[in-house]
Structure formats: C-alpha cells, structure tokens
C-alpha cells in the first residue's frame, strides 16, 4: 500500500491558500481516480484507489499543517506502511515559481512546517515528496502572511495545470521509476 498524503490546513478558511496547495493536489487525484477523501481517521480525511496495480491511500491531516506527522504517523503505523518506500508528500514549495514542481526521494524540511513534523513522527527524512511551486516569497515578506495568502488567478491557474504531471509522477513513482519521474518532471513549468 502506498500513503499519499497532501498537506494543508482545514477548513474554508485555508481554501484556496498557497499552503493548501497538497489538499488541492489531492482532490484533483480524488477526481482523477474516481474517489473522495471523506473517511474520517487517524486525524486525516481519506480517500482509496488503485494506480497501477497498487492500493493508495489519498490522505489529507486535518491537524493543521504544522502537526501533519501525527496523522501520518498513526496511518503508516496502522498500515505497517515503510515511509522510506512507501510515502509520497505533496507539499507547497514557496521557493519555486508558480507551476513548477520538484520531487525528492528525502532531504530536510527546508523550512516547512509540515515537512518538520513528518520527520520528527516518523524519525526519518527518507520519503518522497513532491513540492509543488506557490510563488516564491518576496525579499522582506512575511512568510506566514505569504503562505496564508489565496493565490493570484494566474498563478492558481499555473499550479492548476501541474497537477496532471503529478500524476502522472506519481505513476511513475509507484511503477518503481523514480529516477525517471524526476527526470520527466522536475523543472517543468506550466504557463
């Protein structure tokens, strides 16, 4: 089984927000796939499909972004899923463009929140993720401010575009090429 886990925060009052970018990826999947994020368990709204051959579990934490580990952590947990090989994040990236994408096998949090808190529940910084471009951060701005902020009509529509790449990464990734995931997708941008 696979976790793909988007993040973001709940409620309409984060819809549409730079930092929801995860939660808009994974109900674009949910419609891709023919199924909803509705269950409510383990802190997370969850969702079922098969994508090439393998049982997925769309999840979006409803923790709020900053204690997205603790959902994770009770589904990898429950499931006996190995976050190394079988955990794909979708996350936003305030460091790329609008409408560009960049996947990773681990790494550091880099400064987000969410990412940070995965590390510390599940003890490792070895999973995938793909980190979705919201438009980089201004000299001077304030991140919180930034991240918080709906997205400009034509950005929305820039980060929009990327998520059928997302799948099909996600595809590849799940096949077992994800070396040519990032080799086809990684530096992309939607216009």
């Known amino acids: 089984m696979y976790v793909l886990a988007g993040l973001g925060n709940p409620g309409s009052k984060y819809s549409n927000t730079r930092h929801n970018a995860g939660f808009d990826a994974i109900d674009f999947l949910c419609g891709k796939f023919n199924t909803v994020c509705r269950k409510d368990e383990f802190m997370a709204l969850t969702g079922r499909t098969v994508i090439e051959g393998e049982n997925v579990l769309f999840v979006k934490p409803?923790?709020?972004?900053?204690?997205?580990?603790?959902?994770?952590?009770?589904?990898?947990?429950?499931?006996?899923?190995?976050?190394?090989?079988?955990?794909?994040?979708?996350?936003?990236?305030?460091m790329l463009d609008a409408g560009r994408m960049r996947i990773r096998k681990g790494g550091s949090a880099g400064g987000h929140n969410g990412l940070k808190s995965i590390i510390e529940c599940t003890g490792t910084d070895e999973f995938k993720r793909i980190r979705l471009g919201v438009g980089k951060l201004e000299n001077g701005a304030d991140m919180v401010n930034h991240v918080l902020s709906k997205l400009p009509d034509p950005d929305r529509g820039r980060l929009e575009k990327i998520f059928e790449d997302v799948s099909g990464a996600i595809s590849l990734i799940i096949k077992g090429e994800f070396d040519a995931a990032m080799n086809r997708y990684n530096g992309i941008q939607e216009q």
């Open 62 to 94: 409803q923790t709020f972004m900053n204690k997205s580990g603790e959902s994770i952590e009770r589904i990898i947990s429950y499931y006996k899923v190995d976050p190394k090989e079988n955990l794909i994040v979708l996350v936003d990236d305030i």
